[in-house]
């Protein structure tokens, strides 16, 4: 499984991107799908998830209201729409594969997703 993600850059305050992960491998619908970001000097954290049914999404605090995960399993690619974004959102960004198919709930512990994407940079001007 490899996941490849893409759409990081340079924004201003209070603008929007789309980040993009696509994975490869057939099972990609039966797994949860999870977004974490890592700024500097600071410890990675769970931004948002999706379940494997795109039924469920649930987010950290901090983006609840701003940020969207979704996936289309045809095209075994989750995204994270970030609209009104702030200069703490700068971070480089992960989408990350929950390592236990079909499990019902998303995890936001790192240490339950076996399969990470290389990352992405997201950074947020004032």
């Known amino acids: 499984v490899q996941l490849q993600a893409s759409g990081g850059g340079l924004v201003q305050a209070g603008g929007s991107l789309r980040l993009s992960c696509a994975a490869s491998?057939?099972?990609?619908?039966?797994?949860?799908m999870g977004w974490f970001r890592q700024a500097p000097g600071k410890e990675r954290e769970f931004v948002g998830g999706i379940g494997w049914s795109a039924g469920s999404t649930y987010y950290t605090d901090s983006v609840k209201g701003r940020f969207t995960v979704s996936r289309d399993n045809v095209k075994n690619t989750v995204y994270l729409q970030m609209n009104s974004l702030k200069v703490e959102d700068t971070a480089v960004y992960y989408c990350a594969r929950d390592s236990r198919a079909w499990y019902p709930t998303i995890s936001t512990s790192p240490t339950e997703y076996d399969y990470w994407g290389q990352g992405t940079l997201v950074t947020v001007s004032a």
């Open positions: 491998g057939r099972t990609f619908s039966a797994y949860a």
